[in-house]
């Protein structure tokens, strides 16, 4: 029996799913410390950039049909030792992603047991450890309870948006401006909510799955970034509307949503919305995770060792993942300087990307005339050199809203190193060249 395709209702729905999650909650009070009642035009002005920066992606999917969807692009498109920067530069996202995630669980926790306030590194780790013995004693139970926590998450974030907009108060911000820290705010503000903006670009890699994928995929990821912009946007207003910018600066979702909602109501939003959400994300995120790694352990980025597992089925991958997210936590990194330093090579990266894709049209012509792509080469190449700009523009936005950019630049300047040698000195074989020979 031939398996069912995804439509283009089904991979839209993926692609907001992958919006909307983790960020909203962990990061949201933040960038309106950053940007006041702004917050929305920094919503938009973030989602309009990353669509611009991963544009990419869709074309180069309509080009090329892989299994390990944005690694086998880049590998493929990218020298080696830029492809090995690709490598080291999602070992830093994964890193980010998952403290960030157990960080703000430990945030939401303390609001309902505030003794916990004097342990944040401590209930971080041990958010961070149960959530991968989860994944180590059973993903499926996680994959099943995935779907009702994303309901309950819906489900709170729509209560939270209907009470705000209830408890609306132009008398409590007369007066004061709409960027309260000016274009520098703003642009802090988009720096960060660009984190929180990323995921619909996932469906690239739903590429075989998918129904008429040169025509969907494409239509998907600009649909659902649209979607979750709008989604952001209502949130965002709500959260701004209620008092003025002195009484929510650094509020996250949880501390708003307790001054504008019935106390059983805003339990619901704690418990039933952001702490189940986070931790759904957080184990998503474990799950996810550890599958990239493996196969760029069979290419020869990652020891090899990464891609066996024991006895009991436990891939060693997850050892390598839980020492990444663990290594921000015990830092004691903050949720706003994490985010940036991984998304900042992952600038450089799309930046790289784009300048190697510009010769795909003439070195895999043969590819080119038989994928049936319909854009005439000329265009292909403007739309990866406006990606490329928006990847500086987002680029430059991470270096000036970062309050570590000693450590950023060090970080980025590793990833380097790291790819240059396992490259020169690794035993790396790519599957993607492969299959696919320029």
């Not at 919006?19 to 973030?46: E, N």
């Not at 209620?242 to 600066?249: F, G, L, Q, V």
């Not at 500086?392 to 270096?399: I, M, S, T």
Request: glycine share 10%; net charge neutral; hydrophobic share 55%.
């Amino acid at each position: 029996m031939e398996e069912k395709k995804l439509n283009l209702f089904d991979l839209v729905s993926i692609g907001v799913g992958c919006i909307i999650g983790s960020g909203i909650f962990a990061l949201m009070g933040v960038g309106i410390s950053y940007s006041g009642r702004g917050i929305t035009l920094a919503l938009f002005l973030a989602m309009a950039l990353v669509v611009i920066q991963a544009i990419g992606l869709p074309l180069l999917t309509s080009v090329f049909e892989l299994d390990g969807g944005e690694y086998a692009i880049n590998s493929l498109v990218m020298p080696r030792m830029c492809a090995g920067f690709a490598v080291g530069r999602d070992l830093i996202y994964r890193a980010g992603s998952l403290a960030v995630t157990a960080i703000a669980i430990t945030e939401y926790l303390e609001m309902l047991s505030p003794a916990l306030a004097g342990a944040d590194r401590l209930v971080s780790l041990a958010v961070l450890t149960i959530c991968f013995l989860i994944v180590v004693f059973g993903d499926k139970f996680a994959a099943k309870i995935q779907n009702v926590m994303c309901i309950l998450m819906y489900i709170a974030l729509a209560l939270f948006v209907v009470y705000g907009l209830m408890n609306m108060d132009p008398a409590a911000y007369e007066g004061e401006p709409m960027l309260p820290n000016g274009v520098n705010g703003l642009i802090m503000a988009i720096a960060l909510m660009s984190y929180t903006c990323n995921g619909f670009q996932y469906v690239v890699n739903m590429g075989k799955s998918a129904k008429n994928p040169r025509r969907n995929i494409p239509l998907a990821f600009c649909l659902s970034a649209l979607v979750g912009a709008a989604i952001y946007a209502v949130i965002g207003f709500a959260a701004t509307h209620t008092d003025s910018y002195a009484n929510i600066s650094s509020m996250n979702l949880g501390a708003i949503a307790e001054t504008i909602m019935p106390h059983s109501l805003y339990l619901f939003f704690i418990i039933g919305g952001a702490l189940l959400a986070l931790i759904t994300s957080l184990v998503g995120a474990i799950i996810s995770g550890y599958r990239p790694l493996i196969a760029c352990s069979v290419d020869g980025w990652l020891p090899a060792v990464c891609a066996k597992k024991t006895k009991k089925g436990v891939p060693y991958a997850l050892a390598l993942l839980y020492i990444i997210g663990a290594a921000p936590i015990l830092l004691g990194m903050d949720m706003g300087d994490v985010a940036t330093i991984c998304l900042f090579p992952g600038a450089i990266t799309k930046l790289l990307v784009n300048v190697f894709s510009l010769s795909v049209p003439t070195r895999f012509s043969k590819t080119w005339k038989e994928s049936g792509m319909t854009m005439s080469p000329a265009v292909f190449k403007l739309l990866l050199v406006i990606s490329s700009v928006a990847s500086v523009v987002l680029g430059v936005f991470y270096f000036i809203s970062n309050d570590l950019k000693i450590a950023m630049i060090l970080v980025t300047v590793g990833i380097f190193v790291y790819g240059f040698l396992v490259d020169r000195f690794g035993h790396v074989t790519i599957q993607a060249k492969e299959e696919y020979k320029a």
